[in-house]
């Protein structure tokens, strides 16, 4: 299948402009820094790692701040751009034309992409952190991918359902389980063995892990994690797509 950069550019465009004017979608990313630099503000600085108790407020922050914004503004800047569009048959009239899907994929992940990976990095100053203390090469990395995931998931909502209404419905509880997890695994131990099977519950354990002593270490089950939920949500929305007709 061939690409045109020309027509990726146009797509490219079309969605930074619609993202930019959709206020509703926009307030994720800067409620996502809010959050974190009121909570580093309020919470006191802890900094625990002793018989098996390991806790640190830039740990926890972190983790939330980057949580948040790959979570909620993520997912959330794929499903209901799409629904719109769905909605009013744009897509449709998009996909029937000369565009292919890889050309729709590539131009329609890339904004968003970008504007959460500017926050992702905005978030180590808000949380208290500096750029020398954070493994900023994995960090990258750890969070880019996430984030593929997180949009990967709000365009399979945005495919399945039929219209804004029904795909907030849907999103609402997606995010919550998922931003939900540095809490849970901070205060419910017997639960967080299976949250570290979650890409969200890889975060945490990322975030938590830069601060201590050894920093992070990758390993093949974070790695195998990661990995297996991209071709999992990749395959699901490959399959959703055609599903759909929305293949031309």
């Known amino acids: 299948m061939r690409i045109s950069i020309r027509k990726i550019k146009a797509i490219i465009g079309m969605k930074f402009q619609t993202l930019l004017s959709n206020t509703s979608v926009m307030l994720g990313p800067i409620l996502a820094l809010g959050f974190v630099f009121a909570i580093k503000n309020i919470m006191p600085d802890i900094d625990v790692n002793k018989e098996g108790i390991s806790f640190s407020t830039n ?3 972190l983790s939330f701040g ?36 890889l050309e ?19 978030m180590i100053p808000v949380s208290g952190s500096s750029f020398g203390e954070i493994q900023f090469g994995s960090y990258m990395l750890m969070t880019t991918v996430a984030s593929l995931i997180s949009l990967l998931i709000g365009y399979i909502i945005g495919i399945l359902t039929k219209n804004q209404t029904q795909t907030s419905l849907y999103t609402m509880p997606i995010t919550l389980l998922l931003t939900s997890v ?5 205060f419910k131990e017997d639960l967080s063995e299976i949250l570290d099977y979650t890409y969200t519950g890889v975060l945490t354990n990322f ?34 797509y055609k599903k759909n007709g929305l293949d031309s």
């Open 59 to 61: 740990a926890f922050v």
């Open 66 to 101: 980057i949580i948040f914004n790959i979570a909620i503004a993520g997912i959330s800047m794929s499903s209901s751009p799409l629904a719109e569009e769905k909605e009013k048959n744009t897509l449709r009239v998009l996909m029937t034309s000369s565009v292919n899907g």
């Open 104 to 122: 729709y994929l590539i131009g329609t992940l890339l904004p968003p992409l970008f504007i959460l990976i500017l926050v992702n990095i905005l």
């Open 182 to 186: 540095p809490a849970v695994k901070l």
């Open 207 to 240: 975030a938590n892990s830069i601060f201590s002593e050894t920093g992070y270490q990758w390993n093949l089950t974070d790695i195998s994690i990661l990995f297996g939920w991209f071709i999992i949500c990749l395959v699901i929305f490959v399959y959703a």
